[in-house]
């Protein structure tokens, strides 16, 4: 499996001749899902889903398909009747040929002023790779291999950060989330997750991958 690091909290994975896209939010590329087989959306923030990005990859590929939550599907299902599959914690598929598992609930906190949307992480293949979304979510009861570790945002602090490296215990993390840190900013994040976090820890430029498993 390879692993190309899109803009933000986006990845693409790719196996077998086909691909999955994960959260093709307003941060990514124009063309992020274009070429996917499969589109994966843990929750409807702008960063995570955004609907211009996905018709895009939906009308490139007619046999496409997208898996999400309710609040998500429910804006596209019109458009792709019978492409778009809701999903929630405890549910598994197959999508493009990678085995998913969904966990989690709730986004994270942002302010105790600010409702909760629903959020959901996606184990794919047996643990290969997790992608948490907006949400320090422990896959229960998995191994995962590779984290992609939501570095900075307005709902944490690198402390937890760290923290939730050392709970889910990968083999390797690999930093999403990650526009709104500043270039001046990463060695001092990278620093404190390297020494502290307990496992390897690195991040990729956008358009750059590194195999997976």
Avoid at 86 to 112: M, R, S, Y
Wanted: aromatic share 6%; hydrophobic share 40%.
């Amino acid at each position: 499996m390879e692993l190309t690091k899109k803009t933000h909290a986006c990845v693409r994975l790719e196996k077998d001749g086909r691909a999955l896209v994960i959260d093709p939010g307003v941060f990514s590329e124009a063309d992020a899902a274009v070429g996917a087989d499969a589109i994966l959306v843990t929750h409807e923030h702008m960063d995570h889903f955004n609907e211009e990005r996905l018709r895009a990859g939906m009308e490139a590929n007619p046999a496409a398909e997208i898996w999400t939550l309710a609040s998500v599907a429910e804006q596209l299902s019109a458009a792709f009747p019978g492409r778009v599959h809701t999903v929630g914690e405890g549910d598994t598929f197959t999508a493009a040929g990678f085995e998913v598992e969904v966990h989690g609930q709730l986004h994270a906190v942002i302010h105790p002023d600010i409702p909760r949307v629903t959020n959901v992480g996606y184990l794919i293949d047996g643990g290969a790779v997790f992608h948490p979304g907006d949400a320090l979510t422990v896959p229960a009861g998995r191994t995962v291999d590779t984290l992609l570790l939501p570095v900075h945002a307005p709902w944490n602090k690198v402390a937890e950060v760290i923290d939730y490296v050392r709970e889910v215990a990968p083999r390797r993390a690999i930093d999403i989330h990650d526009s709104l840190l500043q270039d001046h900013a990463r060695p001092i994040y990278d620093s404190m997750i390297d020494k502290l976090g307990g496992t390897d820890h690195g991040r990729l430029a956008p358009g750059t991958g590194t195999a997976l498993g």
